[in-house]
């Protein structure tokens, strides 16, 4: 017997440590971890101690005899990896930390999304250190709660381990204040060692297309905080009167939103969605979601696991045209030669088995189709059709590359979801220096540079550090490299020390128009909404209006 990962895994890398033979790949020390779909145990090494499963932050661990019937495709997918990588056994060292030197240290970080948290982690671990988590939202967590899909309960499961964080008592939320409006970046250098920016990249890529602004083009980057109760986003409203919806790009986020809009409106009521999304939902008439990706099925963005469980949703058809399932001639010789990189043979293969499915009458479907990319949007005042042009393999070059064939057809569609990534912005963190062809704050290791020296006491970490890529398991080892940095310089003397004490900010903020929230408050909120939501049979019923989150909070008071 042995244990096997499954979907849930946020690659967050904490079974890696507690490990007893090195059995977990890729660990946070190989290259690989950075790119990896998730985390994969060696069925020939594991001795199912069991000590990954009581660590696995999502429940994602299990014994190999215990596995659902929707889980069994892991026993082969953790087992393929392991056919070109080879791993040896033993003990994985703790890291150490310098000593620290006998005086307070204060850092502020703003943001409170999983990379601030996890920076903060590291940071309260050392009970001389004060960590302040400032974010402009009555709520913390960020993409967590307002990212991932609600019918993903399990990736949510994270959020025990940020609680256990914030019950620190040098740990304190400054929620619901505006940092540039309520205090400035130089009141916090005033009153902080250090100042992490951790503010994420909201801004999506645009397609640059004729008709790409006519109603009915949206980002997904719109509709997922939409129907995960943004209180930014609460007021849009959407066109779902048509059949049909296509979705541009193919990642984990496009797959997301494919899932939510031909998912059953009744299964999407036992989850946290929204509950103004709910109902438009329901009474949505699309039946059919166009997932389009720009090159072939090898470079498919999505996550394996993503892509296998849409074959477990309820009267929904997973529709793949088999000749579209062409190789990259590179991928093409190393299949050929039984050397093709297990994650993109995994790719193939389920997307083979999808095409040999039979479709159901009355069901709705996920059509996916590659070396796809859309070429023109029409209408006549919104969004009614979209040509799509089909591309073909480069030869001869290094990286995968495909250009235009010149073959087109028109999709009939209302609604065109762009999912083609994210952006960091220079409004986020105003004042700090900011690349804006990469969309991230420079940086060495965290340390914000000015040229090629570091900003003293300034550090980033997460998307807008590094760009956006990633999920929870990056931003746990980014934050982690950002807090190691604040600690090292503290040690080493490079930080200065505050000139005005931190006790003030609460009454400086307050001044100014804030409505702070703290952790009390933030609890409250907390139990709040998982008390409406056992009263409808749901995990919570999300409060959206930011007056309304500040009332829940207040009954703490």
Request: charged fraction near 25%; hydrophobic fraction near 40%; aromatic fraction near 6%.
């Amino acid at each position: 017997m042995a244990h096997v990962i499954t979907r849930p895994c946020c690659n967050d890398g904490s079974c890696v440590s507690v490990c007893p033979v090195n059995c977990i790949h890729p660990t946070p020390d190989e290259p690989e971890f950075l790119t990896a779909e998730q985390l994969y145990i060696d069925p020939e090494t594991c001795i199912d101690c069991g000590a990954c499963i009581d660590e696995c932050p999502v429940e994602a661990i299990y014994p190999d005899d215990q596995l659902s019937e929707k889980d069994e495709p892991y026993l082969q997918i953790n087992a393929d990896y392991y056919k070109d990588h080879d791993v040896d056994g033993g003990l994985v060292p703790p890291k150490k930390t310098p000593p620290m030197p006998d005086k307070a240290l204060h850092v502020a970080i703003v943001g409170a999304g999983p990379a601030a948290l996890y920076a903060a982690e590291v940071l309260v671990r050392k009970n001389t250190v004060t960590v302040d988590v400032y974010d402009r939202l009555p709520t913390p967590h960020g993409l967590v709660r307002f990212g991932v899909a609600p019918d993903h309960a399990a990736t949510k499961l994270v959020e025990r381990g940020y609680l256990s964080t914030a019950n620190k008592k040098n740990f304190n939320y400054f929620l619901n204040v505006k940092v540039g409006e309520h205090i400035t970046h130089d009141e916090l250098a005033q009153r902080y060692h250090a100042v992490v920016y951790a503010v994420g990249a909201a801004t999506d890529k645009k397609l640059g297309i004729p008709g790409e602004d006519l109603p009915g083009s949206i980002s997904a980057t719109e509709f997922v905080a939409w129907y995960n109760g943004h209180p930014d986003y609460t007021h849009l409203d959407f066109d779902l009167s048509g059949e049909r919806a296509v979705v541009v790009g193919n990642g984990n986020v496009a797959l997301d939103v494919a899932r939510i809009l031909v998912t059953d409106p009744e299964a999407l009521a036992k989850t946290d969605i929204a509950e103004y999304a709910l109902e438009r939902l329901r009474a949505s008439n699309i039946r059919e979601v166009v997932v389009l990706g720009r090159r072939g099925i090898g470079q498919a963005a999505y996550t394996n696991s993503e892509f296998l469980a849409l074959g477990d949703i309820e009267g929904v058809d997973v529709v793949i045209d088999p000749d579209e399932l062409t190789l990259d001639p590179a991928s093409q010789e190393a299949f050929d030669n039984d050397e093709l990189d297990s994650t993109i043979g995994t790719k193939l293969r389920l997307a083979q088995e999808f095409s040999e499915r039979p479709t159901t009458d009355g069901n709705r479907r996920i059509v996916f189709r590659f070396l796809s990319s859309p070429v023109s949007l029409t209408g006549d005042g919104k969004v009614t059709s979209m040509v799509v042009g089909k591309n073909a393999f480069d030869d001869g070059t290094e990286r995968v590359a495909v250009s235009p064939t010149g073959e087109t057809d028109t999709l009939e569609t209302g609604l065109v979801l762009r999912s083609i990534g994210y952006q960091g912005h220079a409004e986020a963190v105003p004042g700090l220096p900011f690349d804006d062809a990469r969309g991230v704050v420079p940086n060495d290791g965290g340390r914000v540079l000015d040229g090629d020296a570091p900003l003293t006491g300034v550090y980033v970490t997460g998307w807008i550090k590094r760009g956006a890529t990633g999920g929870i398991g990056r931003n746990r080892l980014c934050g982690e490299e950002t807090a190691e940095a604040v600690i090292a310089d503290f040690v080493d003397e490079k930080l200065t020390d505050p000139t005005i004490a931190r006790e003030d900010v609460a009454a400086l903020v307050a001044e100014r128009g804030a409505h702070l929230v703290d952790l009390a408050g933030w609890k409250q909120i907390d139990a709040a909404e998982r008390a409406a939501g056992r009263e409808a049979g749901r995990p919570r019923i999300k409060l959206t209006d930011v007056s309304a989150l500040e009332a829940a909070a207040e009954a703490a008071e």
